[in-house]
């Protein structure tokens, strides 16, 4: 009886072993970057957004939609931190790594999310801050079919478009591009 009891036990701890390597864990530090991209089989995305604490400490929100140019802006430090409550408050980190159909087509359209955070644990041995992220893909696998955590992805998304709504051509910072044509620099 014994035996069985631990090979349960054995079985349980294998099974939340496999079933945590696809999964995020809940997030750990300050967050540092918000990343959104939604594109179809070009390299251009439809839509993209990342907020980012650059090394400065200046809060940026990095736009663009359907177009090769990146228009940078300079936005309220509190952002990033409005994101991180709706990504705790929806559990996005219960998001799965990868989400695919079951025929694997990768040539229609396909969606990323990357949520990055950085700690300074007082146990580490180092002195450099340590980045943990959720991260999350798929491949012609509509966001709207997941569950409740994807209204955190769709809330985070609305509140970088109510700032937008907001910003002028003053708040621009910069302009890059997603992709350099060859032979230019």
């Known amino acids: 009886m014994k035996m069985l009891y631990a090979f349960s036990f054995l079985i349980t701890l294998f099974g939340c072993a496999i079933k945590s390597q696809d999964g995020n864990q809940p997030p750990k530090g300050e967050i540092v970057r918000y990343l959104y991209k939604y594109k179809n089989a070009s390299s251009v995305p439809i839509i993209y957004y ?83 992220c959720i991260s999350s893909h798929g491949y012609n696998y509509p966001l709207k079919r997941l569950p409740r955590w994807k209204q955190g992805i769709y809330a985070a998304n609305d509140l970088i478009e109510s700032i937008l709504e907001g910003l002028t051509d003053d708040d621009i910072i910069g302009k890059e591009l997603h992709y350099k044509p060859k032979g230019k620099d």
């Open 50 to 132: 990342e907020v980012a604490r650059n090394e400065n400490g200046i809060t940026t929100l990095s736009v663009s939609k359907s177009e090769n140019e990146i228009t940078i802006y300079k936005i309220d430090d509190n952002t990033l931190t409005k994101i991180d409550s709706l990504i705790k408050e929806y559990k996005v980190y219960k998001i799965k790594r990868s989400y695919r159909t079951p025929l694997d087509v990768k040539d229609g359209w396909s969606w990323d999310i990357k949520v990055e955070y950085c700690y300074s644990p007082a146990l580490k041995k180092s002195s450099e801050p340590q980045k943990n």
